[in-house]
Every structure is written in C-alpha cells, then in structure tokens.
T-cell receptor, first 109, second 114 residues
Framework: SQQGEEDPQALSIQEGENATMNCSYKTSINNLQWYRQNSGRGLVHLILIRSNEREKHSGRLRVTLDTSKKSSSLLITASRAADTASYFC?????????FGTGTRLTVIP | DAGITQSPRYKITETGRQVTLMCHQTWSHSYMFWYRQDLGHGLRLIYYSAAADITDKGEVPDGYVVSRSKTENFPLTLESATRSQTSVYFCASEELAGGVNEQFFGPGTRLTVL
C-alpha cells in the first residue's frame, strides 16, 4: 500500500508548546500534503510540499520533506487549544491521494 | 452557497437496502472522489472521477457504484448495504488533476447499516 503512516498516533501537549508529527511513506511521490480534521468535520488542506522542496512554511506551520528517507514532518509552533484536531499526511498517486491513519493532537489550555 | 455539499448528513438503513449518498460541488472541479473513514484505517478511496462520464475504482470499490452525468454531481450508491459498510463517507473535489493540488472535502455522511 502507498498509504502514509503518521507517528505518533496521539499527542497531548500544553498550550504554547510546539507539536511535531511525522509521516512515513513507501513509494516515490510528486508531492505530500497535510490535512487537518476537526471532530465531526471534513478534512481541510493545510500545506503542500513538492518532491523537489525540502521545507515549507505557512504561518505557524513548518513542513519538511526528506525523499531519501521517505518521510515528512509537520511542526505546529506555539500551539493553541483550537489546534486540537486529527492531522493526516497524504501522498500523491497517479490520479488521487493516499491518506495515512492520522495523528490525534490534543492541546490542553 | 459555494463549496462542496453532501446529503444526507446522517443515514440509518438496514442490510440489503439500496442507499445513495449525494455529493455536489459548485466550483466545476474536474476531479471528484469518494472516501470512507473508519477507525484504524484512515481515509480509503472508494471511487474517483476525472470528468463527467469518466469514473475509476479506488482502493475499496466492492459493493459501491458511482456515476457522474454532470460535472457538479457525484452520487455514490450502495446497491445492497452490508454492516461492513457502516462508516463515515467523504466526498472531495480537486481542480484540474488528481493528487496534484489540494482537495476540498465535504462535511461527510455518517452511515449506519443495521
């Protein structure tokens, strides 16, 4: 399966701390995306990093990609209670995306 | 309203019944997708469509049928529902290509098969 795997499965931190989530995948990719899902809602796109990029920033988000290790990380800095959600990485296939099983992040106020 | 909508949001049905989940997008995106989300499996692709009248199987297509007669609609039909099809179903759309750009997700349909 091309599905990515996130690590850890669950993460609990205090508000203001940084949160780091990792994603590993198995095959070569064109891009890797990160999505957020709040409880009971659909997924929302956060950031896309292409295979020729190593790092990308968007607000409090920082994504890295290491294609040699087939891994990516998502860093959320200065976390807020509103960041509580599940986070999924998704790797590009021929015509679609393959999603991992997600990291459940809880930010404690 | 612009965006991607799904109906119904909640559905309870019985084993053997036919169920159709609706998906509508207002952007005229070429690609549309159906996923199911189950604990421990993340999102798995059921079917996708590259354009009107063009559909293709995803990872878990068995027991499902799709059609796309119009660009904006992508209904998913469970021809004879089974308990294993109890899940949350998400529809998504993507402009121009599949797996290249961000996907936009609907709010989901929670289906329970008794």
């Amino acid at each position: 399966s091309q599905q990515g795997e996130e690590d850890p499965q669950a993460l609990s931190i205090q508000e203001g701390e940084n949160a780091t989530m990792n994603c590993s995948y198995k095959t070569s990719i064109n891009n890797l995306q990160w999505y957020r899902q709040n409880s009971g809602r659909g997924l929302v796109h956060l950031i896309l990093i292409r295979s020729n990029e190593r790092e990308k920033h968007s607000g409090r988000l920082r994504v890295t990609l290491d294609t040699s290790k087939k891994s990516s990380s998502l860093l959320i800095t200065a976390s807020r209670a509103a960041d509580t959600a599940s986070y999924f990485c998704a790797t590009s296939g021929a015509n679609n995306l393959f999603f991992g099983t997600g990291t459940r992040l809880t930010v404690i106020p | 309203d612009a965006g991607i909508t799904q109906s119904p949001r909640y559905k309870i049905t019985e084993t053997g019944r036919q169920v159709t989940l609706m998906c509508h997008q207002t952007w005229s995106h070429s690609y549309m997708f159906w996923y199911r989300q189950d604990l421990g499996h993340g999102l798995r692709l059921i079917y996708y469509s590259a354009a009107a009248d063009i559909t293709d199987k995803g990872e878990v297509p068995d027991g499902y049928v799709v059609s796309r007669s119009k660009t904006e609609n992508f209904p998913l039909t469970l021809e004879s529902a089974t308990r294993s099809q109890t899940s949350v179903y998400f529809c998504a759309s993507e402009e121009l290509a599949g797996g290249v750009n961000e996907q936009f997700f609907g709010p989901g349909t929670r289906l329970t098969v008794l």
